[in-house]
């Protein structure tokens, strides 16, 4: 993977606090995907979740399905105003919404669709899931997920996970993975990371000494040097110490370092050449577009010489490439 030797810092997102629901109840959270005004979807001001529901049962009634109005809803809604959505559905029709979708939708339009229903600790907890089962492991959506999200994030996936599907994040992902990476994986999930800012300069420096003396960034002996570092420090210190001497031995590296660039990066690699991978697009689509997609756009832009836009509109079609285009806001921007 190729990444930029410019450092550039981007404004702290703000933290919205509170609870956000759970299909199967709620939990508290501090924080969750650090949502503010970075993203394309945006809270609305003239919100009515009543409102709002009654428009979802009139494209579901009768002959057909109104995709246009489903997308005019959902993609124009935060995620919290989602969840206040399919509450006010269950009370006025007594049906559950995404029931109700699953019967009228089908193939990418669908996953996009139920993906935006889900509250983003669910929707994560579910991707986690779906690339840890069955034969082989998605290692890309295990290390794009566990080294993007913050340790309050990481916190709310493992409960969900456990509520959601009765068993344990870690153990499902040491009993489908094995060496430096479950290692690395596991060091992820402990949610250890030292959430503040100030970078002991002296001890950036020693870490770097320490990593390149374990093996110039390679795996070897001192895996332990890497997992500390990596997992533990707080991100500016990481971001000083990869200056000082680091030249990027790890995803998750470039990942703290730059995230909007980070998936600009796997946006693109997922439409690149013949065929898609629909669902590395539609995952980050789905869980950026309330959080930097502001930032990821230009990056895609500077990376590809072309927009996110055209990339998504010349790789997709139908009612999926409609609803993905208005996640990226639309416009042909």
């Known amino acids: 993977m190729s990444v930029s030797s410019t450092v550039q810092c981007y404004p702290s997102y703000s933290e919205s606090s509170g609870f956000k629901l759970l299909s199967s109840g709620c939990v508290p959270l501090n924080s969750y995907l650090q949502m503010g005004t970075h993203g394309t979807i945006v809270v609305s001001e003239s919100f009515n979740p009543e409102a ?24 124009h809604r935060t995620n919290a105003q989602r969840q206040l959505i399919k509450e006010a559905f269950k009370r006025s029709f007594g049906k559950n919404l995404v029931d109700e979708l699953k019967s009228e939708l089908s193939g ?7 993906g935006l229903l889900m509250p983003s600790p669910v929707y994560d907890a579910y991707e986690l899931k779906n690339a840890i089962k069955g034969a082989g492991t998605e290692e890309a959506c295990l290390i794009e997920i566990l080294a993007s999200r913050s340790g309050e994030e990481i916190e709310a996936i493992k409960a969900t996970y456990t509520k959601e599907y009765g068993r344990s994040l870690e153990e499902d992902i040491c009993g489908d993975t094995s060496g430096m990476f479950q290692r690395v994986l596991v060091s992820l999930l402990t949610a250890g990371r030292d959430r503040g800012s100030f970078v002991n300069e002296a001890q950036a420096l020693q870490d770097a000494k320490d990593i390149f003396e374990a093996g110039e960034a390679q795996w070897g002996t001192d895996e332990a040097t890497f997992l500390t570092v990596l997992c533990v420090r707080n991100r500016n210190h990481l971001l000083r110490e990869k200056r000082a001497l680091i030249k990027g031995f790890i995803v998750s590296v470039s ?7 980070f998936f600009a990066e796997q946006l693109y690699k997922s439409m690149k050449g013949a065929g898609t991978a629909d669902s590395t697009l539609i995952r980050i689509m789905v869980s950026r577009a309330e959080v930097d997609m502001m930032y990821i756009k230009p990056e895609f832009a500077m990376l590809c010489g072309k927009s996110l836009h055209s990339y998504i509109k010349d790789d997709t079609s139908g009612d999926y490439r409609t609803i993905l285009l208005e996640l990226c806001g639309g416009g042909g921007k």
């Open 52 to 75: 709002d529901a009654k428009k979802l049962r009139a494209a579901m009634k009768g002959i057909g399905t109104n995709e246009g109005a489903i997308i005019e809803v959902l993609a």
């Open 108 to 114: 990418n339009f669908e996953k996009v669709v139920l």
């Open 255 to 261: 990942c703290i370092r730059k995230k909007p660039a």
